[in-house]
């Protein structure tokens, strides 16, 4: 998950066009998951932590490793700083990703008996990790609807007009406001994934955008031209 840059706003789209938008996501794709990799709370807490200012593929390649290594907190903890380091220094940041989740394995085992708490304060209170991870934690290995704006969501909600805000915490509340909550949990993977694949950084790839309709970004693009053979 990379860091958010802020595009150019677009007006906010009406209340019923944000709910056609999240339904016109949802029909596309009715089953969003994760694309990381993960077997249970803990594995999915160091990996979403991992994944701050890099992409989720090279998280996966790292963590298949080290998952095997250590999947527990307590194996985490005797791995320690140095052996977690061995598995993730193709990732950005990774001495002080190492650092952290040495520390919040150790601190799983001491304050929560080795377990990954359900409770956002204690989440936040684990090294590196702050309300975006959380959130992610809390929606997609408690099945809570919370919504963890990262880049590409904080994109989406901006050039579309689903949801403008300045930060993530505004894109955030705003999200929670306008999406039903019934699809508030799905839509934070339908908005990861669609920010991924079509509505992108430099380019969105608006012909095929199953939201187009209700999208309120003026510049939408063409697909491009094919050359004749």
Same mark, same amino acid.
């Given at each position: 998950? %990379?860091?958010?840059?802020p595009?150019?706003?677009? @007006?906010p789209?009406?209340?019923? $066009? &944000? ?16 694309? %990381? ?9 160091? $990996?979403?932590? %991992? ?10 390649? &790292?963590? @298949?490793?080290?998952? &095997? ?8 903890? &005797?791995?320690? =700083?140095?052996?977690? $380091? ?34 956002r ?5 684990? /090294? ?25 969501i ?13 930060? /993530?915490?505004?894109? =955030? ?6 999406i ?6 799905d $839509?934070?993977?339908?908005?990861? %994934? ?5 509505? @992108?950084?430099?380019?969105? =790839? ?24």
């Open positions: 998950m %990379l860091r958010p840059r595009p150019a706003p677009t @007006k789209i009406s209340a019923a $066009a &944000a709910r056609s938008f999240i339904m016109a996501l949802a029909a596309a794709n009715p089953n969003p998951r994760s694309e %990381l990799h993960f077997e249970n709370p803990f594995t999915l807490l160091v $990996a979403v932590a %991992l994944s701050a200012q890099t992409t989720d593929k090279s998280v996966n390649e &790292a963590t @298949k490793t080290l998952f &095997a290594e250590a999947p527990t907190p307590a194996a985490m903890a &005797a791995l320690g =700083e140095a052996g977690i $380091a061995r598995h993730i220094r193709r990732l950005g940041l990774w001495q002080g990703k190492a650092r952290n989740v040495a520390a919040l394995a150790r601190l799983l085992i001491e304050r929560h008996g080795g377990e990954v708490p359900q409770d304060a204690a989440l936040e209170a684990l /090294p590196g990790v702050g309300r975006k991870t959380a959130n992610v934690v809390l929606n997609v290995a408690f099945n809570e609807p919370t919504m963890a704006v990262d880049t590409h904080f994109r989406v909600a901006n050039r579309t007009g689903l949801a403008p805000g300045r930060t /993530p915490r505004e894109v =955030e509340d705003a999200l929670v406001k306008r039903p909550h019934e699809m508030l949990r $839509a934070h993977h339908w908005l990861i %994934l669609h920010g991924r694949y079509i509505c @992108k950084a430099r380019k969105p =790839e608006c012909w095929h955008c199953p939201a187009a309709r209700w999208c309120g970004y003026r510049d939408k693009t063409k697909p491009p031209k094919t050359k004749p053979s």
